[in-house]
């Protein structure tokens, strides 16, 4: 499973798909691409994502998203740290690989307002400003700072224009993401658990 996170704007789907098609190149298995939204009320917070949590696809947006949108919207958290962690743990368990994009904050100036979406222009900030706070690029609150992500790569949209400095970690991020599953498939086909195949 890969996981892209972020805010609004920054391009999330776009690298989502690319991510999915290099891998599909590279890989005997085909991957998939999902994406999560608000969730509903009556959302478990531990049951329900573990119906998502599988290999070969590539998820645009998880239990991060979550944490970060619930602070810019001002909401209380529901998701507790501690069943973070063991979310976490059960994704590190796949062989789960996390993406975080953030951007700049010109960046998301540009973008706000250009396509309707499901947040405010201030709650995309806010979002975005949670993220970083999240990974440690900022000095997190009280909040936030209970929450100690697995986040394996970070890129940064740093251009207005489309993307190229996102594009530029895709290889990388294959390339990790990858070798994190043939060494998963080869203890799993070491114990009879899988065809080997990627």
Request: with cysteine; aromatic share 10%; proline share 3%.
């Amino acid at each position: 499973m890969l996981i892209v996170e972020g805010t609004d704007l920054l391009g999330k789907t776009t690298l989502c798909e690319e991510l999915r098609k290099r891998i599909n190149a590279r890989s005997e298995a085909r991957y998939t691409y999902e994406h999560f939204s608000k969730l509903p009320k009556n959302w478990l917070y531990y049951w329900d994502y573990i119906p998502h949590m599988r290999r070969r696809i590539v998820m645009d947006r998880f239990h991060m998203s979550e944490i970060a949108y619930r602070w810019a919207r001002g909401e209380d958290q529901v998701l507790s740290s501690e069943t973070y962690r063991i979310l976490d743990g059960r994704l590190r368990t796949l062989g789960a690989y996390t993406v975080v994009v953030v951007g700049t904050g010109e960046v998301l100036n540009t973008r706000i307002g250009t396509r309707p979406e499901t947040h405010t222009g201030d709650q995309i900030q806010r979002a975005d400003l949670a993220f970083k706070m999240l990974i440690g690029e900022l000095p997190a609150d009280e909040i936030l700072s209970v929450y100690h992500p697995d986040v394996d790569h970070v890129t940064h949209v740093t251009s207005c224009s489309e993307y190229p400095s996102m594009m530029a970690d895709v290889d990388t991020i294959v390339e990790e993401y990858l070798t994190r599953q043939a060494t998963l498939n080869f203890w799993l086909y070491q114990r009879g658990a899988v065809d080997g195949s990627l």
